[in-house]
């Protein structure tokens, strides 16, 4: 007995050993980078850093690491990662980026702000095949179910607002604006919101008058039965304009909200006087007006405005102009919605404005969409101290953390456009940041989780290669050297998921793919990099089709493009290539089922193990609203075939051909479109 339980023990030791073989490294520091006594929870694990702030943990293998991060008299932090990202981390594996934590004042305030959010539509109702994440029975767990993710990063803030573009109702009234898009939300969204840990809702935007006076009594009524903090809207426009005031570390902050055009159909979607509800138009005089009586009330003014064109890059003419008045006329923030996608940051006379905060928790199936992030504010009073930019990955409707190729694509994108206001990126953990005065930060910020790049040596049968800048800046000084009449180019990648590492995490379902027919799927078996594929099952003599499931929608028109893939397959196969595009006036549905899938190339895979394939084109220059790409994979054998795609790319090339001569003027890369 004695001899069989000493077996049985040495057995356990063993693969408790073989399960806990990660040994992952960081450090923690102040802002100016000094080392910090800290605490660090990894998945549970707890480890405290030593005297130069630098922590060691042998952790059990993850696809994810959640890290909580504590010291005393400074604010907690979390960051997530996946493991594909810590080992394949430059310059070494399973280290993740310093991480710097914000310390505690007594007038310092940290405020979190999200961008849209609704809980309706697709949410109860998605397309065919697809899981339906809030149903009738069920409405205050799945709320909160679709929130989860986020509740840790937003209880550690001292206030926190999204802006809720939706109104409040159990039921869909009959009557309702004469607009072609209209939401509604059910009332265990505000509880679900308020347990995440939101405080505060701003009204103003173009959908709180979707259904009417009923729709905007039962929206303030819910949100005033369930104590939850909102302004931006009213019955009457004098409501509407009242800002909500947060008492907070002795300093009052009043919260605007405005929408920023009156809307073509009658009624308006605005309030009128005495004679009509809704949100505040949010005309200059207006703005300027509304800020300069809170400032004369002894409150520090902070606009939320609703503004500017959907999933562009820039800010519109009009809302700058109205936003940079807020500030001049006495604003200490403004920030703004609309675009659904997260638009630069800009540090304007030592004031942060936020062009566009994305989505927050939406149902669009765009993939640009889907690329959004919370933004972390801290306040001494009425002085910017600091910015940061929690990237989130909007997956199956569901915010999550972003990880990996989903998080470099965000940052990319946020440290781009801010870059070109003058505002300037650098990298805590897995977060971007920004210094009052829009300068870099002290602490050291690498490997950088910003630095991520394409590159196409077009001399090597098309190939694709994905590097990050730390590689790069390698390769690019030995530029010179490259073989005789070498050219490449910088691109970035459309999809930022085509790795599949993070398909299966959080249990959040992903919508990017098709793979609802049994013989398509993500597995852990196989995989080019990291721990999973896509996994296509076709018979003899017969065809099998993935690719993407919906179609992306902001793209350069008439840009040369590159769809790339690594495959693997157990027998000979071909793989067609397809393009299918959705008319300017086409509904989703109907270009989805009847608009042509046109062959773009085919390309012939043998047996055996991982080639890279790709194929070029040029995207629609005009006449289409959006497109996708497909992947059909021939089988003429006699027996069944497996074949196995990962790191799919859709790379839109943001460079002519370079060769070692013209790269050698380009020294400094921040006005090209080439990083992500």
């Not at 008492?247 to 309030?271: D, E, F, I, L, T």
Request: aromatic fraction near 10%; hydrophobic fraction near 40%; charge should be neutral.
């Amino acid at each position: 007995m004695v001899r069989a339980a000493i077996i049985l023990l040495i057995t356990f030791l063993i693969q408790h050993q073989a399960l806990a073989n990660t040994a992952i490294t960081g450090k923690i520091t102040d802002e100016a980078g000094a080392p910090l006594s800290a605490i660090v929870d990894i998945n549970g694990l707890k480890v405290t850093t030593n005297l130069n702030g630098v922590f060691s943990a042998q952790v059990t293998d993850e696809h994810l690491y959640r890290l909580n991060i504590g010291a005393n008299g400074f604010f907690s932090a979390f960051h997530t990662f996946s493991q594909h990202e810590l080992e394949t981390a430059q310059p070494t594996a399973n280290q993740i980026p310093t991480i710097a934590l914000v310390a505690k004042k007594e007038d310092r305030t940290l405020m979190v702000f999200g961008g849209d959010a609704m809980m309706g539509r697709r949410y109860s109702k998605p397309f065919p095949g697809e899981p339906v994440l809030i149903r009738p029975d069920h409405k205050s767990a799945d709320t909160k179910a679709v929130l989860k993710h986020m509740k840790p990063y937003l209880e550690i803030a001292d206030f926190a607002s999204v802006n809720l573009e939706t109104q409040v109702i159990d039921e869909e009234p009959e009557a309702k604006a004469p607009k072609s898009v209209t939401f509604f939300t059910p009332p265990e969204t505000i509880d679900a919101l308020a347990w995440a840990g939101i405080d505060y809702v701003t009204l103003g935007n173009n959908h709180t008058y979707d259904y009417l006076d009923a729709g905007l009594h039962s929206t303030l009524d819910n949100l005033k039965t369930r104590d939850m903090a909102f302004s931006g809207a009213g019955l009457t426009e004098g409501e509407a304009l009242r800002s909500h005031v947060e008492q907070m570390n002795g300093h009052r902050y009043a919260y605007q909200g405005y929408v920023g055009w009156a809307g073509s159909a009658k009624p308006s979607q605005v309030a009128e006087g005495d004679a009509k509800g809704g949100p505040p138009l949010g005309t200059l005089d207006k703005i300027v007006a509304q800020v300069s009586y809170d400032r004369g009330q002894d409150t520090w003014p902070v606009v939320q405005y609703h503004g500017s064109l959907e999933y562009g890059d820039e800010p519109s003419l009009d809302t700058e102009t109205r936003l940079k008045a807020a500030i001049d006329a006495g604003a200490v923030m403004a920030l703004g919605h609309h675009p659904h996608v997260f638009q630069g940051l800009e540090v304007y006379k030592n004031k942060l404005i936020a062009w566009s905060l994305g989505n927050f928790s939406f149902d669009q199936y765009f993939y640009t969409a889907q690329k959004t992030a919370l933004l972390y504010v801290w306040m001494d009073g009425e002085r910017f101290h600091r910015a940061e930019v929690v990237p989130i990955y909007l997956k199956g409707y569901i915010p999550t953390p972003a990880t990996g190729q989903m998080r470099h694509s965000i940052l990319k994108r946020i440290s781009k456009l801010s870059a070109r206001r003058g505002t300037h990126l650098t990298v805590s953990g897995g977060h971007g940041i920004v210094q009052a005065g829009g300068k870099p930060s002290a602490f050291p910020s690498t490997p950088s989780m910003l630095d991520y790049n394409i590159l196409q040596p077009t001399g090597s049968s098309n190939r694709v290669v994905v590097l990050t800048n730390r590689q790069w800046e390698t390769s690019f000084q030995g530029v010179a050297n490259l073989p005789t009449n070498t050219t490449f180019r910088f691109g970035r990648d459309l999809l930022s998921r085509g790795d599949f590492e993070a398909y299966h995490n959080f249990g959040a379902p992903d919508r990017s793919w098709l793979d609802m027919t049994p013989d398509v799927g993500v597995t852990d078996n196989e995989a080019f990099s990291g721990a999973r594929s896509l996994k296509i099952v076709t018979a003899a003599q017969a065809s099998s089709i993935t690719g993407m499931r919906k179609f992306t929608r902001a793209y350069k028109p008439g840009n040369p493009t590159t769809v790339s893939a690594m495959v693997k397959s157990t027998e000979p196969v071909t793989l067609v290539f397809l393009f299918q595009k959705r008319g300017t006036r086409d509904g989703l549905s109907t270009a989805l089922e009847n608009n042509p899938k046109v062959e773009l190339g085919r390309v012939t895979k043998e047996a055996g193990d991982w080639r890279q394939v790709a194929v070029d084109f040029i995207s629609p220059r005009v006449g289409a609203r959006s497109y996708r790409i497909l992947v059909q994979v021939l089988n003429k054998n006699d027996e069944s075939a497996s074949t196995f795609i990962d790191d799919i790319a859709l790379v839109e090339w943001q460079t002519p051909l370079l060769d070692s001569t013209t790269a050698s003027l380009e020294t400094d890369f921040s006005h090209i479109q080439f990083k992500r």
